[in-house]
């Protein structure tokens, strides 16, 4: 439960926050949509690494291998050493090919665009069934393949939340997807995914947020403990559009 006050400071509704950093970062820039799989693969490929690495491994990925089949059969120590720019490729390599095994024995094929037309509870569903997915996954894929509004929450939305009282304090990460998720309307859920992680990367870090620069800091009750007097540092207001 979202809690109406916290550390005697009453915090922003959800909707407020939205419109609070859309005014900030201004509209995000979508990059082009990659199709359910493809998707699929790039996050698995984008965690715990830079936007810049994912991006060279997907890149060396597809010009490795002209089909997901291709990808799905290749020898591990070769797909290894393709994504190997990405980071964690011994751990990465597996789980990719072990997820195109799941979808095509359960979709009979690469093509999982069917679950566009799903009811969003049922799209997640499949998409948790698939080894190594979890909620965090299901969202992004949704989201930015399927145009759901799925919430996909990583530990800078997670933080982000909490400072800012959109959840608890006990919330976990995994509970936090509904949460938010329900907070917005579907129209923004995307948007609002993008600005959170924004919004937590380039302002309100884990260890030093810029407490002085946040359009948020009036209302957040993390301000008194965490601003600190005479900070300078200066915050690069711009979006990025990649999901995590």
Not at 19 to 42: C, H, I, M, N, Q
């Amino acid at each position: 439960m979202r809690p109406r006050s916290a550390r005697g400071v009453k915090p922003y509704a959800p909707g407020e926050v939205y419109d609070l950093l859309e005014g900030f970062y201004g509209k995000p820039t979508r990059r082009a949509r990659l199709d359910g799989v493809s998707e699929l693969v790039w996050t698995i490929l984008s965690q715990h690494t830079s936007d810049l690495n994912a991006e060279r491994a997907f890149a060396a990925l597809s010009d490795r291998y002209p089909t997901w089949e291709a990808v799905m059969n290749a020898s591990e120590g070769d797909l290894v050493e393709t994504i190997r720019s990405g980071g964690l490729a011994r751990q990465k390599a597996p789980r990719i090919q072990q997820a195109l095994r799941s979808v095509l024995d359960r979709a009979g094929g690469f093509n999982i665009g069917f679950l566009a037309g799903l009811p969003l509870g049922e799209a997640k569903a499949w998409l948790r069934e698939i080894p190594g997915v979890g909620p965090k996954t299901a969202g992004v894929v949704l989201s930015f393949a399927m145009d759901q509004p799925a919430m996909a929450v990583d530990t800078h939305i997670h933080r982000v939340a909490k400072r800012l009282a959109l959840i608890g304090p006990k919330v976990t990460a995994d509970s936090a997807h509904d949460a938010l998720e329900q907070a917005v309307a579907p129209e923004r859920v995307l948007n609002f995914h993008v600005y959170l992680i924004t919004h937590g990367r380039r302002v309100c870090k884990a260890r030093r947020p810029l407490c002085h620069a946040c359009p948020l800091a009036e209302r957040c009750p993390e301000k008194p403990r965490r601003a600190v007097e005479g900070d300078a540092r200066v915050p690069t207001p711009s979006l990025s559009h990649k999901p995590l």
